[in-house]
T-cell receptor, first 112, second 113 residues
Framework: GQQLNQSPQSMFIQEGEDVSMNCTSS?????WLWYKQDPGEGPVLLIA?????ELTSNGRLTAQFGITRKDSFLNISASIPSDVGIYFC????????????FGEGTQLTVNP | DAGITQSPRHKVTETGTPVTLRCHQT?????MYWYRQDPGHGLRLIHY???????DKGEVSDGYSVSRSKTEDFLLTLESATSSQTSVYFC????????????FGSGTRLTVV
């Protein structure tokens, strides 16, 4: 399967700060997905990207589909304590569109 | 999440014993998946199903088997549990496959001692 690298692995920030994380893949893809996992729960889809260069927002979250189609970025503006959790990027498998491969995740901690 | 239930939520078992985890959905979705989550590895696919009695292996299928005799239930069995299978297990469902994303259950925390 494809290699999917997500960074950073963890972030410790103060409330009100902006956050940026990214994922890179070894292959070109047509879809990038971003999930958030709250403590003790399953991941929930935040944003879906389907076009190179696409910039999509969901409240304070903004995600971009890289022009090269091999990377994606997620930005969180003016962080608040409830932003705490693990953020994952995900890609559909090359050979089977029904399966997703997930990045290793970015653990976000927000200090009040 | 509404529409997908995992049971049990927590389980402690001994090495060498068989264990079955259950995923139940009320959404009538075609696709169901089992993932495990471990620190530093994110979510890794164990097995998935694309219909009743239709299953396939994922990235980390060794030591696991699955069954899907009804649309709503997808069972994950650890034939002989090992300490390396201590993990959090997530079930997910999808109506159309991956491109629109999955809906995940709340997870089962399994500890093998």
């Amino acid at each position: 399967g494809q290699q999917l690298n997500q960074s950073p692995q963890s972030m410790f920030i103060q409330e009100g700060e902006d956050v940026s994380m990214n994922c890179t893949s070894s292959s070109i893809f047509n879809t990038w997905l971003w999930y958030k996992q709250d403590p003790g729960e399953g991941p929930v889809l935040l944003i879906a990207l389907y076009k190179a260069g696409e910039l999509t927002s969901n409240g304070r979250l903004t995600a971009q589909f890289g022009i090269t189609r091999k990377d994606s970025f997620l930005n969180i503006s003016a962080s608040i304590p409830s932003d705490v959790g693990i953020y994952f990027c995900a890609l559909p498998e090359e050979t089977s569109g029904s399966r997703l491969t997930f990045g290793e995740g970015t653990q976000l901690t927000v200090n009040p | 999440d509404a529409g997908i239930t995992q049971s049990p939520r927590h389980k402690v078992t001994e090495t060498g014993t068989p264990v079955t985890l259950r995923c139940h959905q009320t959404e009538n979705h075609r696709y169901m998946y089992w993932y495990r989550q471990d620190p530093g590895h994110g979510l890794r696919l164990i097995h998935y199903s694309y219909g009743v009695k239709d299953t396939d292996k994922g990235e980390v299928s060794d030591g696991y088997s699955v069954s899907r005799s009804k649309t709503e239930d997808f069972l994950l069995t650890l034939e002989s549990a090992t300490s390396s299978q201590t993990s959090v297990y997530f079930c997910a469902i999808s109506e159309t496959g991956s491109s629109l994303g999955y809906t995940f259950g709340s997870g089962t925390r399994l500890t093998v001692v």
